[in-house]
């Protein structure tokens, strides 16, 4: 390498991994839709703004979004299996959910809303979700049709009358191939709610 090359790369610096120190926890559950992908943005916005991220996917969300990707993303430990350990604590799920200011589930799938409705424990994210006393809020994805169920709305009135908060859907054209509602609302209004629970304002 010539000194040229080395004068250029030394101005390369190394970025802190948060702008400053750690505003709140933050737990994001991800879970198998399609827009799954958008959570890399969300873990990587929500980071760059001084939170301290951990990531919990569900097993069937490793088929939209690589574990690698969140993890490297959130630069904590990832969970995805009550076998996953936390650095300082012996059971994972419940360190993360003793450790969460917030609980956000970005995307949400109708399943994952049924089972936080019907307080099923089966997967590391259902369990946090009842183990934790932090807020929780969803922003659910997924089909027009399937959103607009009265299954589905009734486990969405369900988890609101216990003080779950919801965020979208928004109306557009959807990855199935329809338009209507059921598209995951956008990064930034999901990390404006995000800060204003957090902060206790009123969404
Ligand atoms: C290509 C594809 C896209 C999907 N997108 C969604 C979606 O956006 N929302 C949803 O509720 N389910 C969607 N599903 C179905 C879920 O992946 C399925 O219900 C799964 O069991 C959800 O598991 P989880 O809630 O544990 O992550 C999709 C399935 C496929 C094959």
Same mark, same amino acid.
Request: proline residues 5%; neutral net charge.
């Given at each position: 390498?010539?000194?040229?090359?080395?004068? &250029?790369?030394?101005?390369?610096?190394?970025?802190?991994?948060?702008? =400053?120190?750690?505003?709140?926890?933050?737990?994001?559950?991800?879970?198998? &839709?399609?827009?799954?992908?958008?959570?890399?943005?969300?873990? =990587?916005?929500?980071?760059?703004?001084?939170?301290?991220?951990?990531?919990?996917?569900?097993?069937?969300?490793?088929?939209?979004?690589?574990? /690698?990707? @969140?993890? $490297?993303?959130?630069?904590?430990?990832?969970?995805?299996?009550?076998?996953?350990?936390?650095?300082?604590? =012996?059971?994972?799920?419940?360190?993360?959910?003793?450790?969460?200011?917030?609980?956000?589930?970005? %995307?949400?799938?109708?399943?994952?809303?049924?089972?936080?409705?019907?307080?099923?424990?089966?997967? %590391?994210?259902?369990?946090?979700?009842?183990? $934790?006393?932090?807020?929780?809020?969803?922003?659910?994805?997924?089909?027009?049709?399937?959103?607009?169920?009265?299954?589905?709305?009734?486990?969405?009135?369900? @988890?609101?009358?216990?003080?779950?908060?919801?965020?979208? %859907?928004?109306?557009?054209? @959807?990855?199935?191939?329809?338009?209507?509602?059921?598209?995951?609302?956008?990064? &930034?209004?999901?990390?404006?709610?995000?800060?204003? /629970?957090?902060?206790?304002?009123?969404?």
């Amino acid at each position: 390498m010539n000194s040229q090359a080395l004068s &250029s790369s030394s101005a390369i610096t190394r970025i802190p991994a948060t702008s =400053s120190t750690p505003h709140h926890t933050i737990i994001i559950g991800v879970t198998g &839709s399609i827009a799954a992908y958008k959570a890399a943005e969300l873990v =990587s916005q929500l980071r760059q703004r001084g939170h301290r991220i951990f990531v919990v996917m569900t097993s069937d969300s490793k088929n939209f979004i690589t574990p /690698l990707t @969140l993890q $490297t993303l959130s630069g904590n430990p990832l969970v995805e299996n009550f076998s996953d350990e936390i650095p300082g604590s =012996s059971c994972g799920h419940i360190a993360l959910a003793d450790r969460a200011d917030l609980l956000l589930i970005a %995307p949400a799938t109708a399943s994952a809303i049924a089972r936080l409705a019907y307080g099923f424990s089966d997967d %590391p994210l259902s369990a946090i979700a009842l183990a $934790t006393r932090a807020p929780l809020l969803i922003a659910p994805a997924m089909n027009g049709k399937m959103w607009e169920h009265p299954a589905t709305c009734e486990n969405v009135e369900r @988890l609101r009358s216990r003080g779950v908060q919801f965020i979208g %859907p928004s109306v557009g054209l @959807l990855a199935c191939g329809y338009e209507g509602s059921g598209r995951l609302i956008e990064s &930034s209004a999901i990390i404006d709610c995000a800060e204003k /629970l957090l902060t206790h304002k009123v969404i």
